[in-house]
């Protein structure tokens, strides 16, 4: 047997809907982020989760490097934050964090004060697959704000979703 093509692969990945996420490292090798939707639950014993970044992306060995790493879940009035951190913009890594939205937790990773959750970690194993290292992250801390509209990216473009209750 053998895989489905690329394209076609991409095609049924636009039918799966996803959390919008900026992921972002700070330490020794620098600081910066990137969007991710390729983020997901591993285990609650210990608490972990995956991250998907491209290999050959410029941030990736800085994130190995600094071996931790927060996600940032994106509220839907934060939709400005994954065009930015998708490099969508002109502005240089160093600015995307100017504003006063910033602080952190455990790892001294940058944290998005108004993110639906912050999950800040630490690497603990990273597997390199096909165009991707899949990074296993131990969580150390959590930040949950108050509900409100989540971002999901569905069909090639980005969809709001109401809060429970809404």
């Known amino acids: 047997m053998s895989p489905v093509g690329k394209q076609q692969f991409r095609d049924g990945m636009a039918r799966l ?64 934050y994954s065009a930015l951190f998708a490099g969508q913009t002109d502005v240089a890594m160093a600015e995307r964090f100017d504003d006063e939205a910033w602080t952190v937790l455990q790892t001294g990773s940058p944290v998005l004060e108004n993110a639906l959750v912050s999950f800040d970690c630490q690497i603990a194993d990273i597997k390199e697959i096909g165009s991707h290292s899949v990074m296993f992250c131990t969580v150390l801390g959590v930040a949950v704000r108050q509900s409100r509209e989540g971002l999901v990216y569905f069909d090639r473009g980005y969809r709001m979703v109401p809060a429970a209750g809404s």
């Open 17 to 80: 809907s996803a959390a919008v996420n900026v992921v972002t490292t700070a330490g020794p090798a620098g600081r910066c982020g990137f969007t991710a939707s390729a983020v997901c639950s591993v285990s609650d014993e210990p608490p972990t989760l995956l991250v998907c970044m491209n290999r050959a992306s410029a941030m990736n060995p800085v994130f190995k490097q600094n071996a931790v790493l927060c996600i940032n879940t994106l509220s839907a009035e934060q939709q400005h």
